[in-house]
Every structure is written in C-alpha cells, then in structure tokens.
C-alpha cells in the first residue's frame, strides 16, 4: 500500500521515483475480505489477498456498517490499535508466532496452540517476556494441556504466574453457578488444587501441586 510518492528530476534525462509504503499493523475480516489497517487504525485496505508480517485480529468488535478507507475503524477504544503495534513489535523481538490474536474488549489475548495467554492492557514487555520460558516448562510438565496462562495482572519479576487447566476452570464454574454464585474470574477459583504455578518469573520457586515450571 503506498502513502506517499515523491518524483524529482536529478538530470534533463534522469527522473528519480520515491515511493514510501504505508506500514500496515494488522487486519480484519470483513465482508468476506480482508481489512487492512495502519498503526493509527485507519483502514488502508479491502481485498481478498493475504499480506505477510501483517497480525490477524479476531473478534475485534467494529460497526461494519461505518468502516470507510482512509478513516479510523469504528472501535469503542481507539488505543486498542496502540497495543497492537506495540504487541506485533514485541512478539519480533521475543521471536513469538501466536496462533491466535484475540481482541476482548480493550484487552488483547494470544493463543499458542492449547494455551491461551491472557495480557491484559498494560505492561506487555514485562509480560511477553515471560512467555517464552514458561511455554517451554509448559510443553515439558503438561504437553497438550489445554488451559489459560494469566499475566494480566504481572508487573514484576518477583510475582508467581499461574497456569489454569481448561478443565479446572470448568469445574470452578460449574460449583459456582450450583451454589448459585458466579464464579468469576479463573485466577480467583483455581486455588492450589486446581490451578499450577509456574512460580516467580525470572526467580520461579513455586510448588504448586508438587510441580514447578522452573525459571522462565
């Protein structure tokens, strides 16, 4: 996609052509293509052919009846397009390929295969930094299990990080809705028993359920 082009004559027989892309930050679907966007959200383009690098966001909640090129996609939170660019530079650097990028609100999730991976809205240097090792523990402790690794709330390497199993938070909200209570968010119901500490980023001690992830 081109943003700008600028062509000056260096001689009477020498034309120079400057042509300056659009950097674009993801897209959508849409109308059964594909919606491109920059990093200020601006729609950039509509077309059916993939673009490489570009990150594919799911469930991003858009009033599809007032998208137009060339003006900002129609979100309730405008800085959701801010963390998207800073996420996609982060996973380059950290060398991660999610699945999966989700949009939930003004938050934004990743799923490497069973695991999703929940960020929150703040600090995602310190957390994504935290990925790498702690899937790596993951794949070695629980291989194919399925469940929710909970960084929304990290903010510092003396913190524990808590995997939660599917099954586990299942059974948290079944016991919840029979005791007619909600059972609320899945890093409140796992408990000891149910969930499993990955331990302390970057100085990982934790036991929980005799099993320790070791140091991401």
């Not at 679907?29 to 059916?48: E, I, M, P, R, S």
């Not at 079944?174 to 149910?194: K, L, N």
């Not at 036991?207 to 070791?214: E, S």
Request: with cysteine; proline share 4%.
């Amino acid at each position: 996609v081109v943003e700008s082009s600028k062509i000056s004559f260096r001689s009477p027989w020498t034309i120079r052509v400057t042509v300056k892309e659009k950097e674009i930050s993801g897209y959508i679907d849409y109308n059964n293509q594909y919606l491109y966007f920059d990093k200020d959200g601006t729609a950039v383009l509509a077309t059916t052919d993939k673009i490489e690098q570009a990150a594919y966001i799911e469930g991003m909640d858009i009033d599809a009846s007032k998208v137009k090129l060339g003006e900002v996609l129609p979100v309730s939170d405008k800085n959701v397009f801010k963390r998207i660019v800073e996420i996609s530079q982060l996973l380059v650097k950290y060398e991660l390929s999610p699945d999966r990028i989700t949009c939930s609100g003004s938050e934004l999730n990743l799923y490497f295969g069973n695991v999703e991976v929940l960020l929150g809205k703040t600090n995602y240097e310190v957390r994504l930094a935290q990925v790498p090792p702690i899937l790596q523990k993951l794949t070695e402790q629980y291989p194919d299990k399925q469940g929710t690794l909970h960084l929304e709330n990290y903010d510092t390497s003396g913190q524990s990080v808590r995997f939660v199993p599917k099954e586990a938070q299942e059974g948290a909200d079944t016991a919840g809705q029979e005791d007619g209570q909600d059972a609320g968010e899945p890093q409140d119901t796992t408990g000891q028993e149910d969930g499993q500490d990955t331990g302390e980023a970057q100085d990982s001690t934790g036991q929980a359920d005799g099993q320790d992830t070791g140091e991401p």
